[in-house]
């Protein structure tokens, strides 16, 4: 009885773990990839999750080196894939820029993070 009541509890544990690691917005891709070297400069960034995104909630930020915002425009949730954000950029020269992004899914979780990737000259 006791080994059976263990079990269940360690089964039920594990459903619960489970569900709370599918209940946020991981990101799941990227273009520019995460770390890539791209030979032309993006006119976007884009970025795709595990979930649906809240538009209102979700945004990207693209910094140079320097730390200056080099967003053309605010980001926004595509209307017929909710799970990918986009954001338009100036005309990046080459250097490394830093991607931060921090989102909200529909289920209300947030979630957050960064990468870099690079612009050859």
């Known amino acids: 009885m006791r080994y059976t009541t263990i079990s269940a509890l360690l089964l039920l544990s594990l459903r619960v773990d489970i569900y709370a690691a599918h209940a946020h917005a991981f990101l799941d ?14 006119r976007a960034v884009a970025l795709w999750f595990t979930q649906n995104l809240e538009s209102a909630f979700s945004t990207i930020e693209i910094l140079d080196a320097n730390g200056a915002r080099m967003n053309a425009g ?27 992004w921090h989102v909200l899914s529909v289920d209300t979780h947030t979630t957050e993070g960064n990468f870099t990737f690079h612009v050859a000259p």
């Open 29 to 42: 891709h990227a273009d520019p990839r995460v770390g890539n070297t791209v030979k032309s400069p993006p």
């Open 74 to 100: 605010n980001a926004s949730v595509d209307a017929s894939d909710r799970k990918l954000l986009r954001v338009p950029v100036k005309v990046l020269p080459a250097g490394t820029y830093t991607v931060k």
